[in-house]
């Protein structure tokens, strides 16, 4: 099984970015409409908020552009043919749009299990 971080970009997590929408030190995802918008998550029981918001201030992957679909779906199949993954652990999957996994699913061929927290944990 592999652990696939699909959803957030690591180009600062702090107040200090010096530019928070430059994008071009990522490859491939180094436009700016690969990203959703910027906003914080303000409410965790919003699904849609929690999905299209930045988790502490990652920039968040756009799963639903097509460009950044296709790549992922595309990079899960070279994976899995490359080195034979059965299974696969997605990391912050309640931070990624519901509507992408089922392709990405049939894409990867092997099992998907999603690691969410939640905010209220009681």
Request: glycine share 6%; aromatic share 16%; net charge negative.
């Amino acid at each position: 099984m592999a652990f696939l971080p699909l959803n957030l970009q690591d180009t600062c997590n702090s107040d200090a970015c010096p530019d928070p929408y430059d994008f071009s030190q990522f490859t491939p995802f180094d436009q700016a409409e690969h990203f959703h918008e910027f906003c914080s998550i303000e409410d965790y029981d919003d699904q849609q908020e929690v999905e299209d918001c930045r988790l502490y201030l990652l920039p968040d992957l756009n799963q639903s552009n097509p460009v950044v679909n296709d790549l992922l779906n595309g990079w899960i199949a070279d994976l899995t043919e490359e080195y034979d993954f059965d299974g696969y652990r997605v990391d912050t999957a309640r931070h990624i749009s519901q509507d992408f996994f089922p392709g990405f699913g049939e894409a990867a061929g092997a099992y998907l299990v999603g690691g969410v927290s939640s905010h209220n944990f009681f």
